[in-house]
């Protein structure tokens, strides 16, 4: 959907910002651009919508080389989203949206209703749209310029850094949130960033980039963090990327235990006679906490009496939550939970490390040479 052939950009200073580089984006996947600042990515990225032309080689958009395309008549195929969203100052946050389908000919009428679909679908509630986009916050922002960029509904996404001036925890909302519309849209995303979570929390595949415009490994996620292609690459990844593939890890195979239970309301006698840890339930199965070895109960249980638990892990996601859930709860035991946030069982850290090692072995054995 998104080519890149031998592509090679060299500023009119000498700089060259990419190198010769080929890769391609299969239409309906998320690639990321990633790698230390000044490596290529921004330039690169907007090859695609011909704001800046390759020196050499050539970039096609659904098999259309860009330079045969009129660059407005380009740009209407390709939504953009930037740092701090760019919006228009003096306009309502409705209007910033239903720009784009004013610009298409659609009319205001109509274009306010579609700008108002959008804020919805980018979870934003309708009534922002009055506003104007100086009194809404950073993440908030973020969220119109990606409702515009989806306005005029184009195959193709490109997003140059578009949660990087918002705080960790709305950042990781946004993120969160991209995923789910990518999930219902199913766009062609290209996706520059600096930071390597992100890349492979985000992106079907990460593309690394390292400085002079060089594309040092192009992989999905888990092969990336799984085997770097080189010392470059291992060091941009980080230290703890071992831990970090488990959040690619599948948990079949994993069987929560039945622990020792109790619920809210209950009495001393209820509390099972225990040498170990008892988790204590609300009426609706939902965990509240845990009752330690040697606590005793008096009169009914409450939730005063309880000690808090860790993380919830939900079955059939990654593994990676199934061990912090372990690692986080005071009795050493993680707690699962369906969807709905009903207990299933519990699982230890042991268990999650066996199961890690199992598949080790069968991915090795599968891959080893007949
Ligand atoms: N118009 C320009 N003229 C000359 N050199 C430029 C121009 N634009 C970018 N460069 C240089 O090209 C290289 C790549 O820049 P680019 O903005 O593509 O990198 P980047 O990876 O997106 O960086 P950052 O993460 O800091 O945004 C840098 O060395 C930059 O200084």
């Known amino acids: 959907m998104i080519e890149f052939r031998s592509v090679r950009k060299q500023y009119e200073n000498g700089t060259v910002a990419v190198q010769e580089l080929s890769l391609s984006v299969e239409a309906g996947t998320m690639t990321v651009l990633v790698g230390p600042s000044g490596c ?33 008549h380009l740009r209407r195929g390709i939504g953009y989203v930037i740092q701090q969203a760019g919006l228009f100052p003096h306009r309502t946050v409705l209007d910033n949206v239903a720009t784009v389908p004013l610009l298409f000919g659609r009319k205001r009428r109509t274009a306010r209703r579609r700008a108002a679909e959008l804020l919805e679908r980018v979870g934003l509630p309708t009534d922002l749209g009055k506003r104007y986009p100086a009194q809404l916050s950073g ?19 490109l997003m140059d850094e578009p949660f990087s001036a918002v705080d960790p925890v709305v950042r990781a909302g946004l993120q969160e949130e991209l995923l789910r519309l990518q999930g219902e849209l199913g766009k062609t995303v290209l996706f520059v960033t600096h930071d390597i ?15 002079g415009g060089y594309l040092a490994q192009y992989a999905e ?8 292609a080189d010392d470059f690459v291992t060091s941009f990844v980080g230290r703890d990327r071992g831990y970090r593939r488990l959040s690619f890890m599948d948990a079949r195979g994993l069987r929560p235990e039945a622990a020792d239970i109790v619920h809210i309301g209950d009495t001393s006698a209820d509390v099972p006679s ?27 249980l409450t939730e005063g009496q309880l000690m808090a638990g860790g ?19 005071p009795s050493g035991l993680g707690v699962v939970v369906d969807d709905n946030g009903g207990y299933v069982g519990v699982v230890t850290a042991r268990q999650v490390l066996d199961l890690i090692e199992d598949h080790r072995r069968s991915t ?7």
Do not use: C, F, H
């Open 364 to 370: 090795t054995v599968e891959g080893a040479a007949p």
């Open 40 to 72: 290529g990515k921004t330039t690169l990225m907007r090859m695609v919508n011909r704001m800046i032309e390759p020196s050499s080689g050539s970039v096609l958009v659904g098999d259309k080389d860009v330079r045969e395309v009129d660059p407005a």
């Open 139 to 157: 993440g908030q922002q973020q969220r119109v310029g990606v409702a515009r960029a989806l306005a005029a509904d184009p195959p193709v996404l």
């Open 221 to 228: 996620p888990d092969d990336l963090l799984a085997e770097p």
């Open 197 to 211: 979570d992100e890349a492979v929390k985000l992106g079907d595949k990460v593309a690394v980039l390292r400085q």
């Open 311 to 329: 993380s919830l892990y939900i079955e059939g996601t990654p593994l990676r939550g199934a061990l912090d859930a372990a690692l986080s709860a």
């Open 274 to 300: 225990r040498a170990g840890w008892v988790l204590v339930l609300d009426a609706q199965q939902r965990p509240r906490g845990w009752l330690p070895p040697d606590a005793t109960v008096d009169g009914q």
